[in-house]
Nanobody, 119 residues
């Protein structure tokens, strides 16, 4: 059974930092395209950042509004993907979801973790 378990969310003040983790079981994160999505209240779910599969030459794509502030990384030994979020803004408030995909219907979602940025 495949599970993606997010953690690390919470409440921070503007300018603060959080690191989200996505621990995978049942799949190997280096064999999947991994991504972080988010859904703000009343909004559609949107892609925040993605990283293609493979240990060498992975391609990373960031949503423009998070470039320079967010960093995705993958620890194959821990089978975990991280999202380091710095200089957080109120507009980053959302539920953040981990996603794994390798096509042909092999797509999985985590349950989400809440991030709230407020003074």
């Amino acid at each position: 059974q495949v599970r993606l378990v997010e953690s690390g969310g919470g409440s921070v003040q503007p300018g603060g930092s959080l690191r989200l983790s996505c621990a995978a079981s049942g799949i190997f994160v280096n064999e999947y395209d991994m991504a972080w999505y988010r859904r703000a209240p009343g909004e559609q779910r949107e892609l925040v950042v993605s990283i293609t599969s493979g240990a060498i030459g992975s391609i990373i794509h960031y949503k423009d509004s998070v470039k320079g502030r967010f960093t995705i990384s993958r620890d194959n030994a821990k089978n975990t993907v991280y999202l380091q979020m710095n200089t957080l803004k109120p507009e980053d408030t959302a539920v953040y979801y981990c996603h794994a995909d390798r096509g042909r219907g092999y797509t999985y979602w985590g349950q989400g973790t809440q991030v709230t940025v407020s003074s």
